[in-house]
Nanobody, 118 residues
Framework: QVRIVESGGGLVQPGGSLRLSCAAS????????LGWYRQAPGKERELVAT???????NYADSVKGRFTISRDNPKNTVDLQMNSLKPEDTAVYYC????????????WGQGTQVTVSS
């Protein structure tokens, strides 16, 4: 019943900005942690940013100062504001949701393509 739906993504020039949005639904309770991961061609999926119900955040070093993650707890939505985009940010971005801190069950969106190129 849990459903993860991303929106946003697309083609942007280096130095530009994009905003990704994700809606997590299907749970009576708030998701403990929501976040974004990405996977570039030939590389493993990596963490980009996460945020908990208490608004505690975690960012990959490569995006600190450029990306900002936020969430709306009542709506169970999470956004990723991406500024100063670089070609190396090109990847498929996946929304991730976890219901409990120690849960072994992760929920994933289908992904949205972000391409940074001139």
């Amino acid at each position: 019943q849990v459903r993860i739906v991303e929106s946003g993504g697309g083609l942007v020039q280096p130095g530009g900005s994009l905003r990704l949005s994700c809606a997590a639904s299907g749970s009576i309770f708030s998701f403990y942690r929501l976040g974004w991961y990405r996977q570039a061609p030939g590389k493993e999926r990596e963490l980009v940013a996460t945020i908990t119900t208490t608004k505690s955040t975690n960012y990959a070093d490569s995006v600190k100062g450029r990306f900002t993650i936020s969430r709306d707890n009542p709506k169970n939505t999470v956004d990723l504001q991406m500024n100063s985009l670089k070609p190396e940010d090109t990847a498929v971005y996946y929304c991730h949701a976890r219901l409990q801190p120690s849960s072994s069950t992760d929920y994933w969106g289908q992904g949205t393509q972000v391409t940074v190129s001139s």
